[in-house]
């Protein structure tokens, strides 16, 4: 038998402790927010986080293959702009990974994610063409994602406390 499962709760929780301090507080994290089913909230929150991801790595790859085989107007802006996009792709698609592994760190780029597309829905919404629906639907992705993310069940799922309380307080 290993030194460890010979070992007791007391002398394993005591040797716990004597780790650093991300070590000693992992597991009670990760604990809390592990508990029972994912809420149908968080999937869904992280299917329209995924969803613009997925849309901006589209859209990126239609700007960059238009600025390298097509002609474009400005070859360098079209280029840039569909790398740009590839690369801003990338914080929605972390979040919603770290949303369905109920990483507490994915809710602020999900967040962050939203209140970006407010403004560049708002901007789709002035157009005088097809942009308007896309607009639309935009704004009511992110509106009703920003609903699930600040959702009670969400936060809880996600180990994330409220101001002012400690992880023992409930307790």
Partial sequence: MSAEQNSTPETRQAGDTAG??????????????????RPVRLTAAAALAALEGLALVAGGAWMLVEG????????????????????????PLLA????????????GPAVITQIMALPVAYNLLQADSMAIWAG??????AVAALVLLVN???TQALGIQGPGRSQGAGK
């Fill in 20 to 37: 650093t301090p991300e070590t000693a507080e992992t597991p009670q994290a990760a604990g809390a927010a592990q508990q029972g089913p």
């Fill in 152 to 154: 009670p069940a969400t």
């Fill in 136 to 141: 639309i639907a935009l704004a009511v992705v």
């Fill in 68 to 91: 390298l085989a097509g002609d474009p107007d400005d070859r360098q802006s079209a280029v840039t702009g569909g790398i740009t996009l590839i690369v801003l792709a990338l914080l």
């Fill in 96 to 107: 919603a990974r770290g949303l369905l592994g109920r990483r507490g760190w994915s809710r």
